[in-house]
T-cell receptor, first 112, second 115 residues
Framework: GENVEQHPSTLSVQEGDSAVIKCTYS??????FPWYKQELGKGPQLIID?????GEKKDQRIAVTLNKTAKHFSLHITETQPEDSAVYFC???????????FGKGTRLHILP | EPEVTQTPSHQVTQMGQEVILRCVPI?????FYWYRQILGQKVEFLVS????????KSEIFDDQFSVERPDGSNFTLKIRSTKLEDSAMYFC?????????????FGEGSRLTVL
């Protein structure tokens, strides 16, 4: 089955700097890669996603990249703000299975 | 904005007791899910449900677990005889027909503590 690895587990960046979180996946059939943000005491919330037919997608300060050949995908947050502090999960899914497989999460701290 | 709601927010139970966690998915969604998150760990898939039947389940979802959509709005997860290792945050999620498999809307979770 699919296995999603995520790094780093913890990331601290100065406010205003950029943050990058990286994931790899194992199942070449995976074709949809959502990113979720989980704030303390809340459920995960979808913030951006990318499909396997594109290499990059951007939404304001957030961008995702996908390298299908290497089975890598990344989340980039620019001009980080205090409200970006949260746990971020990458995930992968296929058309074959009705489920998504999450990575272990990255706890992002934005330092003042 | 429509949201997935879950009750209770926190339940404490004795080992061996039955627990029912309740969810009200977003009204026009047709696919429903339960995931769980043991404290500090990743979110794990339990089960997916569509058209009144289970479409997929994980190894975690053994005979002690069941799901039901008893009416047009609720979606429940039952654990028949709870074990200590069932202590976790349980998240319900839903998606609509047009959403990708990973475009899930999660509730805020039900924390289950088994003593």
């Amino acid at each position: 089955g699919e296995n999603v690895e995520q790094h780093p587990s913890t990331l601290s960046v100065q406010e205003g700097d950029s943050a990058v979180i990286k994931c790899t996946y194992s199942d070449s059939a995976s074709n949809y890669f959502p990113w979720y943000k989980q704030e303390l005491g809340k459920g995960p919330q979808l913030i951006i996603d990318i499909r396997s037919n594109v290499g990059e997608k951007k939404d304001q300060r957030i961008a995702v990249t996908l390298n299908k050949t290497a089975k890598h995908f990344s989340l980039h947050i620019t001009e980080t703000q205090p409200e970006d502090s949260a746990v971020y999960f990458c995930a992968a899914s296929t058309n074959r299975d009705d489920k998504i497989i999450f990575g272990k999460g990255t706890r992002l701290h934005i330092l003042p | 904005e429509p949201e997935v709601t879950q009750t209770p927010s926190h339940q404490v139970t004795q080992m061996g007791q039955e627990v029912i966690l309740r969810c009200v998915p977003i009204s026009n969604h047709l696919y429903f899910y339960w995931y769980r998150q043991i404290l500090g760990q990743k979110v794990e898939f339990l089960v997916s449900f569509y058209n009144n039947e289970i479409s997929e389940k994980s190894e975690i979802f053994d005979d002690q677990f069941s799901v039901e959509r008893p009416d047009g709005s609720n979606f429940t997860l039952k654990i028949r005889s709870t074990k200590l290792e069932d202590s976790a945050m349980y998240f319900c999620a839903s998606r609509n027909v047009w959403g990708a498999i990973g475009e899930l809307f999660f509730g805020e979770g039900s924390r289950l503590t088994v003593l």
